[in-house]
Nanobody, 111 residues
Framework: EVQLQASGGGLVQAGGSLRLSCLAS????????IGWFRQAPGKEREGVSC???????YYADSVRGRFTISRDNSKKTVYLRMNSLKPEDTGLYYC?????RGQGTQVTVSS
């Protein structure tokens, strides 16, 4: 069974930092791209960042330069380091493969 468990969210003031973790199981983690998405109330889902098996990464324009994605294949975990957080970064963050997504972790940035 594919499982993707996100954690690390919380309440932080604008300008602060958080690190999200996505622990995966049930599939060949090393061979899969893992993406982070976020969903805010009243807004469309946004693809935030992605880590591919070949080491390439993707960042949405809205987070480039502030967020850093990394992966530890030995721990089957993808991390999202979020710096210089803004109120507009608030949302439910979840990790996903092409076909499966996990439950999210809430990030709330206060102004």
């Amino acid at each position: 069974e594919v499982q993707l468990q996100a954690s690390g969210g919380g309440l932080v003031q604008a300008g602060g930092s958080l690190r999200l973790s996505c622990l995966a199981s049930g599939f060949a983690f090393d061979d899969y791209s893992i993406g982070w998405f976020r969903q805010a109330p009243g807004k469309e889902r946004e693809g935030v960042s992605c880590s591919s098996p070949d080491g390439s990464t993707y960042y949405a324009d809205s987070v480039r330069g502030r967020f850093t994605i990394s992966r530890d294949n030995s721990k089957k975990t993808v991390y999202l380091r979020m710096n210089s957080l803004k109120p507009e970064d608030t949302g439910l963050y979840y990790c996903s493969t092409r076909t499966s997504r996990g439950q999210g972790t809430q990030v709330t940035v206060s102004s």
